[in-house]
């Protein structure tokens, strides 16, 4: 059970920090491959992380690989 509130957590975590993230991020650099990135990777992040608790039955490292993904994304649209 207390896994279950974990993962939960971390996933709507994913959501608010998100997009304020994905806003301030894209933004300014109007509508770019580098501003598709952390919208993109907040969605695929998501995505990974459901099909990961689904696969592994473990539902704290599904949203954990999310926020790797999404934090990969905003990472590289920093470096590009």
């Known amino acids: ?4 509130v974990t993962g939960a957590a971390l996933q709507l ?4 920090i998100g997009f304020p993230v994905v806003y301030l991020v894209s933004l300014p650099f109007g509508l770019t491959a580098k501003s598709l990135l952390p919208p993109l990777g907040l969605l695929a992040g998501l995505i990974v992380a ?4 689904k696969i592994t039955e473990q539902p704290v490292s599904g949203p954990l690989t999310g926020w790797l993904v999404f934090g990969i994304c905003v990472a590289l649209a920093f470096v590009l």
Do not use: P, Y
């Open 1 to 4: 059970m207390r896994k279950n």
């Open 13 to 16: 975590s994913l959501l608010v």
């Open 50 to 53: 459901g099909v990961m608790v």
